[in-house]
């Protein structure tokens, strides 16, 4: 099934699923405008589920984990990955992990207290599979992405709005936040992972580590 996974999805539609050996993917989109991305991963032996990111259409979500959720993992601060945040928190009690510098952002805006505070290394427990998180400041000061590093495969690495298909993710013009983007995402993400590596964004289309690292120096030199 892994062969025929291409990651594209439309909001409105069913969810696209890639079977792992250990591991499912299930990748959601919603929100016709915003086109944001929801991740459900399940524990193929444990049957325990974690969400990255609850964007919006709680009922959409709540019945692809069919009540079973066990966590949700808040990428980034902004506005559109967390709208159904506290009603599936309400449907499910599942605590909520977020990068730290955004925790308290998250509750302002959400009414939903952080539980985990994550930071760079943290290892975010599911069923017998878990997730490495990865700090990666620039976009907001708390972004975070979350690596599975597969054991019959490639890494999977799921980037939130910090890395795209041609690029890395909107800084709004402050140079010093895409200096601190660039400089994360080049060390913590391309020096460390193989080419091989499938990333898995907040919006649009998936992609691969090969296929962005020779564009690294032209991103930089770009400025966005």
């Known amino acids: ?20 050996s250990h591991l499912t993917i299930a990748k959601l989109a919603v929100d016709e405008k915003m086109a944001n991305n929801c991740y459900l991963l399940t524990c193929r032996e444990s049957g325990e589920q974690l969400l990255i990111d609850a964007a919006d259409d709680s009922a959409a979500i709540l019945q692809l984990c069919d009540g079973r959720l066990g ?9 559109d990955h967390h709208r159904a945040l506290a009603d599936v928190v309400a449907a499910t009690g599942a605590p909520v992990s977020a990068g730290a510098p955004d925790a308290d952002a998250i509750t302002d805006q959400t009414g939903v207290e952080v539980t985990y505070r994550l930071q760079h290394g943290d290892v975010v427990p599911l ?4 997730l490495e998180v990865i700090a990666v400041a620039g976009h907001t000061p708390g972004s975070i992405a979350l690596l599975y590093d597969d054991p019959d495969g490639h890494p999977h690495l799921f980037t939130g709005d910090s890395l795209f298909p041609g690029g890395v993710g909107a800084t709004f013009g402050d140079a010093q936040a895409f200096a601190t983007l660039i400089e994360q995402v080049t060390t913590q993400i391309f ?32 400025g966005w």
Do not use: I
């Open 191 to 222: 020096d460390r992972l193989p080419d091989e590596t499938w990333f898995y964004p907040g919006h649009g289309k998936d992609g691969q580590l090969g296929n962005e690292r020779p564009h690294l120096a032209e991103w930089r030199d770009r």
């Open 127 to 130: 069923g017998r599979c878990s």
């Open 1 to 20: 099934m892994a062969m025929t996974y291409t990651g594209d999805v439309t909001p409105g539609d069913p969810a696209v699923v890639r079977e792992l």
């Open 71 to 79: 966590s949700v993992v808040t990428t980034h601060q902004h506005w």
